[in-house]
């Protein structure tokens, strides 16, 4: 399936990212040649008989106990933030969800 | 509520968050209402070259839950990544579960109609996000970044708006029950969304639905869904369409309005974590578990009747709480087996009224166990009345240190001087002188009117402050007008 330029401009929204008609033109044809390599899978044999392969690590079962321990001071957590109040991150204002 | 033709169809998604210690996928506490920004760590704060690990109680609370809605529980799950950008989300995606959650196709009887389960799957909670600081900034605390949840997704099977908050009574029950989860709707650990369309009764096609989120308590899941089958209905009756679309409810006005949301917000684009490996869940780990799960509500409630002889009425009162449940059940503790159903009397009113009244838990009651079970032997032994037991119990309300023997019924009563007169020669000088000084209605009495007899019974309990025993009180008294009317 062809990527056409209101599936790049969807993608880039979602993204949070802004291009210019030019680079979106761009981007088109890089994410179909993207897709395409992709395709290439397909010519494998019987592909809808294979199980699809979640995690590269075939190990089960790794957890931890449920037991709390310290976490990160607040002062570090705030650290690297771009802006804060004494307690907490600021952002720019949110209004919907 | 009748619509005529048409007819609900409600789907419930229930948010439950469990209450292990540590987050879902970090070591960080759970705790609630801890400072902001103080839980936090390099893995919740979606730090880059973090990695996530499972908490293994969140696994085995869903199994809990799975088991105990009839799920088929899924031997081999796995994790997806639920994208989309929001302050309170760090790492840019929740780590949820999509395709493979690890519970689905079960279900909960309520009031003989089965409401099946789609799905029960695990998640983490998001951060919280503070709008009203200032007009241009908004503040986020990362403490409930990473809090595990479970999500129970249910069959659009409830008709009515009554059904939904009886299912949804029935769940948090459960959750109580299972121990993972405190119910606590106002504090947020019970979320519920609801699917509501509508559709014309003789018809087999469903309507189109809307979602309504964050509905916290019970009145607003009934509020909401009748205020939103009423508009659904009109939009059809006008013949128009309904929309697709998410909407807030605002408890204030009682409406229903579409959430003003980005068009392509529901696009999540899930794909696995690749963070996280598979959770295999064998027979024995099912079996473990299913051993180990507690004694349910209903199976609670026959055990009460046959145990305790009370009921069945009686029993589904007192197990509606768990926390009631074993409070009857320590009462009975220190009763003889002929009080059992007392004792079931004193916690369905007497108890329950003052939970009701001053809407505590059983947990914050300050009678203990202990003290009413002695305070029903006082009445079981006839050392004092019914009534007079109400007067110990409100005096045992007023004390408020719970270790006081102060509160121990036996104490009041000496106290008060309460105790129930056996002494009949003390008994028998009040008649005499209640007798003495009612002259006329002893005459009427001797004279056919009987229904008197009430009258001067009333006055010698008077005279004795109510301490003795009506019964005897009673027979005395007849037994003394029958002699002197011989003379």
Redesign the interface.
Known sequence: MAVTIHDVEHIANLAKLKFSDKEKEKLQVELNKVLDYIDTLNEIPNLDKVEPLENINDTENVFREDVPEKCLAKEEALKNAPDKTENFFKVPKVIDK | MDNGKYEPVIGLEVHAQMK???KAFC?????YNA????????VC?GHPGTLP???????EFILRLGLATNCTIRD?S?FARK?Y???DLPKGYQISQYDQPVCYDGYLEIEGSKIGITRIHMEEDSGK???DFS????????NRCGVPLIEIVSEPDIKSPKQATEYLSKLKQLVVYLDICDGNMEEGSLRCDVNISVKAKDSKKFGTKCEIKNLNSFKNVTDALEYEIKRQTEVLEKGGGVIHQTMTYDAKSKTTSP???????H?Y?YF?E?D?????VDQEWKNKIKSELPELPEQKAERFVKQYKIPSYDAEVLTQDRAIADYFENVCKGVGEKSFKAASNWVMTEVMRVLNEEKLEIADFRINGKNLSILINLIAEGKISNNIAKEVYAEMLKITDLSDEKQNPEFIVKEKNLLQLTDSAEIESAIKKIINENPNEVKRYKNGETKLLGFLVGKVMKETSGKANPKTVNDLLKQILLISNLR
């Open positions: 292990t210690k540590s070591k960080c506490s759970t705790e400072p902001p920004n103080t839980n936090v760590c390099p704060l690990v499972l908490n293994k109680n969140l696994v081999r796995i994208n950008f929001y302050p996000s503070i709008h007009t241009d900034d908004s503040l986020v605390d990362l959430m003003r949301s980005k068009e392509e917000a696009d684009r696995p690749p996280l490996v598979r959770v295999f």
